[in-house]
């Protein structure tokens, strides 16, 4: 299960791509401020289900998002989750991932100078393991656990 807001869908479509090229269904919810702007529908819909959440009808609520993603659930068709674009939507696939034992990535954004790891400016703090740690978004990453990301 994918689900990505604005530009994080764009990050979304290649795994999405990948998936169905193994053979791997793949529902994607997303979320975007109005219809034209949730991108890529039509890479995800020939890999999958697409549910679009928009700002303009008030879908992407994120108690509605959660509505979604429970019904998705209780139906298994959430074995993992990927997720890019959104803090809010980070940390509920992340409570919803914690809860229902389902293992999850995030595709961080973040501001980069360097991109090589040298110039720190893109540390972001993780939990790991019940610690603190600081991590290189541009050389640890982008992609990280689910459950080792914090929100900001
Ligand atoms: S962007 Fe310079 S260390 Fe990550």
């Given at each position: 299960?994918?689900?990505?807001?604005?530009?994080?869908?764009?990050?979304?479509?290649p795994?999405?791509?990948?998936?169905?090229?193994?053979?791997?269904?793949v529902?994607?919810?997303?979320?975007?401020?109005?219809?034209?702007l949730?991108?890529?529908?039509?890479?995800?819909?020939?890999?999958?289900?697409?549910?679009?959440?928009?700002d303009?009808?008030?879908?992407?609520?994120?108690?509605?998002?959660?509505?979604?993603?429970?019904?998705?659930?209780?139906?298994?068709?959430?074995?993992?989750?990927?997720?890019?674009?959104?803090?809010?939507?980070?940390?509920?696939?992340?409570?919803?991932?914690?809860?229902?034992?389902?293992?999850?990535?995030?595709?961080?954004?973040?501001?980069?100078?360097?991109?090589?790891?040298?110039?720190?400016?893109?540390?972001?703090?993780?939990?790991?393991?019940?610690?603190?740690?600081?991590?290189?978004?541009?050389?640890?990453?982008?992609?990280?656990?689910?459950?080792?990301?914090?929100?900001?």
């Amino acid at each position: 299960m994918v689900l990505g807001r604005g530009v994080g869908l764009a990050t979304m479509a290649p795994i999405s791509q990948l998936a169905g090229e193994r053979g791997v269904r793949v529902t994607a919810i997303l979320s975007a401020r109005s219809e034209e702007l949730a991108l890529a529908a039509d890479l995800f819909e020939s890999v999958g289900t697409v549910v679009k959440v928009l700002d303009t009808d008030g879908s992407s609520a994120v108690e509605n998002v959660e509505a979604i993603l429970r019904r998705l659930i209780a139906g298994k068709k959430a074995d993992a989750f990927f997720t890019c674009g959104s803090n809010r939507l980070m940390q509920l696939m992340k409570r919803l991932g914690k809860e229902h034992g389902i293992p999850g990535q995030m595709a961080m954004e973040q501001i980069m100078a360097c991109g090589l790891g040298p110039c720190y400016i893109c540390v972001r703090t993780f939990e790991v393991a019940g610690k603190l740690e600081m991590r290189r978004v541009c050389v640890e990453g982008p992609v990280f656990d689910l459950q080792e990301c914090l929100g900001w």
